[in-house]
């Protein structure tokens, strides 16, 4: 309802202070800032931000200069209707200097760990907030339920403020796990080479839970980012946290505070009361809205099982699945794999009759010769009827797609006159369909054939053989004469001739249709020793495609481009690695966006 108001309402007058104890780019700024934006961005008003710097500069005189710098700034400024403060340094200021600078505005809080302090200043009807309470014993429990045997605690803290705070809360619990022993780190006695060494002495019956800890005892300041990267080079047991930033940062997990929430629920007291709520009516929120954070990487590192996470953590930097990441693709598969569901059955019931053969002959050892060659026999005749059905398939599918062809051809010259242009631009695209998917179940076919043929090596003239892939290359595409090709004279190799023809012709056709667009298209065939044996290649400089997605390159119905660009079913760079894997040799690629491709292949001596 207080939304709904606020919605209607014009808040292009209405002024808000954001005032921070820290830095831009300290860990808990952005999640603080998108909870407040999240609520307060829909409307038209001021929001200004200011920035204490207060974790790396925290003497009196850094705080009296950025009171005279803000005093100065709100002499020339209307004034604000609600001042927000985030942390305590912020809190505390925001208090002292409430009258004087910001002539009573309404104040609300959020962040602030010294729980006390908060509720004594609430009693003043014109201060409200949300505190932040860490959940010390729950992040204990969950510890001391993952790191069975658990013993000692190592709390590093540093002598700030927010350090103090998060100290005293640890003691507050203490007494609650009597079998846990706490010891301090305390980087307000120690620097940080101190600390290093004190971490690289841990024992594995213990675990470090990091407090606010970010300046040693020589007021050397660290980002967030550098700690956790001190703590992993240094650390071998894990990190528990308190806080979101920290499990982002790299620790295990834990309890953790949430400073986007925080944001938000500070931000929706400014909107209720910028639409009217009174300021009194608002209660101090003492209870974060924490909750159970896990670090993938870090789980695996210590290999802990997510079954023995809390049903409701949130595990960050958790890989996606396959199906996550190619569920276009997956999709596509499912209605080409459909087609091929009567060969899958069909093969079911040849492998149980396979394994009831198998029995059969454990059973009768005596006969073992006679069985023998009866399941050559079996599995020769089985053989045969796999081809048989796989030629009946694709025969079958041919006839309707060529009669869909036909017939839509058939209406595209003789009634062509009787439909309008939307009429025969689906017969055409009826046409593209049927002869694509007619191509598509030759490829296939080729690729189930390269499987199966026997191979029958010998010396066999490489550069001959392109030349001869490129000729009906040139017959096909007279258009293309220009093309400028390269083929290395004399280039041979031990291999089969059949299969080495399927695989050039797939890579040089596939330089020569990514080729199509350049005005000076080239392509080359030419080899280099490699580490191991001679390195054969083709390139082109044709539209070439992002190394990210080398991976699908030679994967069945992978395309890294859509048919409205180039033509193709997906299965040709298949098909040549199958050959080359065949031979017992290794493909790869390299390219870059807009500047070609080379594709390598080795084969075994």
């Known amino acids: 309802m207080w939304s709904s108001a606020a919605w209607s309402a014009d808040w292009s007058h209405k002024r808000v202070l954001l005032l921070y104890s820290y830095h831009l780019t300290f860990p808990t700024t952005d999640p ?27 003497d009196a005189q850094h705080l ?56 004594q200043a609430a009693n003043d009807p014109g201060v409200t907030g949300v505190v932040e309470a860490i ?103 894990p990190v528990f946290a308190l806080r979101e930033h920290d499990v982002i940062a790299g620790a295990l997990g834990g309890h953790v505070v949430s400073f986007e929430e925080q944001g938000r629920q500070a931000a929706l007291m400014v909107e209720r009361m910028l639409a009217g709520a009174p300021v009194e009516s608002f209660k101090v929120l003492s209870e974060s809205p924490n909750r159970y954070m896990f670090n993938f990487p870090a789980l695996k590192r210590f290999d802990i099982s997510e079954r023995r996470l809390p049903a409701d953590a949130v595990i960050l930097f958790k890989p996606a699945s396959i199906v996550d990441q190619y569920a276009r693709e997956v999709w596509l598969a499912v209605g080409f794999v459909s087609m091929l569901l009567l060969l899958i059955i069909y093969l079911v019931f040849q492998i149980k009759a396979r394994h009831r053969a198998e029995a059969e002959v454990c059973r009768h050892r005596d006969n073992l010769e006679t069985m023998v060659a009866e399941r050559t026999a079996s599995l020769t005749a089985a053989k045969q009827e ?46 593209r369909g049927a002869q694509h998917m007619a191509q598509l179940i030759d490829d296939i076919l080729m690729l189930s054939r390269i499987t199966r043929l026997e191979m029958c090596r010998q010396s066999v003239d490489l550069s001959g053989l392109c030349s001869k892939i490129v000729e009906e290359l040139r017959h096909h595409s007279p258009e293309r004469g220009d093309v400028e090709v390269i083929i290395a004279p004399g280039l041979t190799a031990n291999c089969d001739p059949r299969l080495m023809e399927v695989a050039l012709s797939n890579l040089l056709g596939n330089a020569w249709k990514y080729t199509g667009k350049r005005q000076a ?37 992978q395309r890294l481009h859509t048919l409205a660009e180039f033509p193709g079913t997906g299965i040709g760079l298949a098909t040549a690695a199958r050959v080359i894997t065949r031979h017992g040799g290794r493909i790869w690629a390299e390219s870059d966006p807009d500047k070609g491709s080379t594709f390598f292949f080795t084969l075994a001596s």
Not at 50 to 56: L, P, Q, S, V, Y
Not at 387 to 412: K, M, W
Not at 532 to 548: I, L, Q
């Open 32 to 58: 603080v800032m998108r909870g407040v934006r999240s609520v307060l961005d829909k409307y038209k008003l001021t929001i200004d931000f200011e920035f204490m710097d207060a974790k790396r500069h925290s």
């Open 64 to 119: 009296e200069n950025f009171s005279s710098l803000l005093r100065h700034k709100l002499a020339t400024r209307a004034p604000y209707d609600v001042v927000l403060a985030a942390d305590d340094i912020a809190f505390e200021f925001a208090t002292a200097h409430r009258a004087t600078l910001f002539r009573n505005a309404p104040l609300i809080f959020l962040g602030v760990n010294n729980k006390a302090k908060a509720l």
């Open 135 to 237: 959940t010390v014993d729950e992040t204990l429990r969950l510890a001391r339920r993952l790191r069975p045997g658990l013993k000692r605690v190592y709390l590093v803290v540093d002598d700030t403020e927010s350090g103090r705070s998060d100290l005293d809360s640890v003691r507050q619990v203490a007494d609650d796990f009597p079998d846990l022993a706490f010891l301090e780190l305390h980087l307000g006695a120690l620097t940080w080479e101190e600390l290093v060494y004190r971490l690289r002495g841990l024992q594995q019956d213990s675990i470090v839970m990091r407090l606010s800890s970010f300046r040693d005892r020589m007021g050397i300041v660290l980002s967030l980012e550098d700690v956790f990267e001190l703590f992993e080079r240094n650390t071998s047991v």
């Open 386 to 431: 796999i081809e048989s059905f796989s030629y009946s398939v694709s025969h079958d599918l041919r006839a309707p797609l060529r009669g869909i062809d036909g017939f839509s051809q058939l209406l595209l010259s003789e009634y062509s006159d009787k439909l309008d242009d939307i009429g025969r631009d689906y017969l055409r695209r009826i046409r």
């Open 521 to 557: 298209a080239r392509i080359e065939f030419g080899s280099m020793a490699g580490d191991k044996g001679r390195v054969y290649f083709v390139r082109d400089n044709g539209v070439g495609f992002d190394m990210k997605y080398v991976d699908k390159l030679f994967q069945p119905f």
